[in-house]
Nanobody, 116 residues
């Protein structure tokens, strides 16, 4: 049984930090491409950051470059998103995504609210 479970969301003030975690089970995590997406109210889901299976390649959407860092621990079957200098516009539900050729999985999401 495959599980993709996000955690770490919550309420944070502008300028603050959060670390999201995505723990997986039931998959060979080390061969999966992993990514974080987010969906703000009334908007389409967008790719925030991605990381290759070996961590050799990471990508970020322009709006989070220099503030967010994606990293993974293949020994713990977990991918993380460190979010710094949070802004109001980072408010969204953040989803973890796992993919290998022909197969993909989504988590249920974790909500991040940036508010004073």
């Amino acid at each position: 049984q495959v599980q993709v479970v996000e955690s770490g969301g919550g309420l944070v003030q502008p300028g603050g930090s959060l670390r999201l975690s995505c723990a997986t089970s039931g998959i060979s995590f080390s061969i999966y491409f992993m990514a974080w997406y987010r969906q703000a109210p009334g908007k389409q889901r967008e790719l925030v950051a991605s990381i290759s299976s070996s961590s050799a390649t990471t990508t970020y959407t322009d709006s989070v470059k220099g503030r967010f860092v994606i990293f993974r621990d293949n020994g713990k079957n977990t991918v993380y998103l460190q979010m710094n200098s949070l802004k109001y516009e980072d408010t969204a539900v953040y989803y973890c995504y796992a993919r290998r050729p022909g197969v993909d999985f989504w988590g249920q999401g974790t909500a991040v609210t940036v508010s004073s």
